[in-house]
């Protein structure tokens, strides 16, 4: 028995430099005593010692708020030592319809390895983003401007550290602990941060397990992910004024199947660039949805070499 496999007809690629407006804290796991060190530190590269974004972190977070978003249902993932509590589909056409486990990627079996047959591949994959060389701050004029990290005074190598105290209620004691952070205006990001794989129609059986309807409505759907999370926060401690983000310089472009074989001929395309989220988001269909999809008839997907800038 076979079944009919997804034809990859190309990628979105996002890029994106992501600004912390405040400072953002993404934890490491301490590994003992440090004479000296902070109680709480941040995630850093281990070659060059700088901190960086993961892409796990920056993935897992647009999931979330997707899921809020949408209302989906949650199932218990992990039961110790903590609750783990996560949304997935459990029946086929609960997972046609939804925006979340086909971007974001759903496991092949649930409880007691009850199989799920009708996954098909993640959509979406999201980078980590490294730390750039510049920070971005703003002068008493409200000037914008660019400095470089050996020109800031920081407490650690790259980042600042924010003590913060822990009241007893009843008796006042108090107990102070460091919080290592990245400082305001610190920029993270690169090329290719997100890439969005784009599947032609597929159907099996007379089912429709690749709807090109769906996969646009999925795709808008990070954009708004990205544009829920610079009104969020991303990393810890986001209620008491950590990790407010802003996404800047973004680029979409897309990659046909044919650049990756011969991309002199069949170059990538520019679809949209801008420094903020929203033109994206209300001229999707003009921008992207009818430059990588039909927007007539089955809603068939175009081949690569139809596809126009």
Known sequence: MS????????????????????????????????????????????????????????????????????????QQLVRTPVEVW?????????????????????????PGQKRYGFITPTRLIVRDAKLLDEVEVTDEQGNVKRLK??????????????????LDIITAASNPRQMERVPAGALFGGDDLLLFSVFSKLEHDGKVLIDPKQERERLRAVFLAMRLLEDDYLGASGTRGY??????????????IGFYCDPQKNPE??????????????QFDEIIGDKVWKSQGDETLAEPNQVQA
Not at 86 to 105: A, D, M, S
Not at 269 to 282: C, F, P, R, V, Y
């Open 269 to 282: 395309k520019e679809l949209w660039s801008g420094d903020n989220l929203d033109g994206i988001l209300t």
């Open 243 to 256: 990790g407010k983000i802003k996404f800047q310089n973004i680029a979409v472009k897309w990659r046909p």
């Open 86 to 110: 996560i949304h997935w589909c459990e029946e086929e056409q609960e997972y046609q319809r939804c925006v979340v486990c086909p971007t974001f990627g759903q496991f092949p079996s649930g």
């Open 149 to 166: 990290w050996q020109d800031v005074e920081t407490d650690l190598p790259y980042t600042e550290v924010k003590v913060e105290v822990a």
């Open 3 to 74: 079944k009919p496999a997804p034809k990859l007809l190309g990628k979105i690629v996002i890029s994106a430099t992501i600004k912390a407006v405040t400072g953002l804290r993404i934890g490491a796991a301490t590994s003992g005593l440090d004479i000296g060190g902070v109680d709480q530190p941040v995630l850093r590269d281990p070659v060059t010692d700088k901190p960086y974004i993961p892409g796990s972190s920056l993935k897992g977070k647009l999931r979330s708020l997707l899921t809020k978003a949408y209302g989906r249902p949650l």
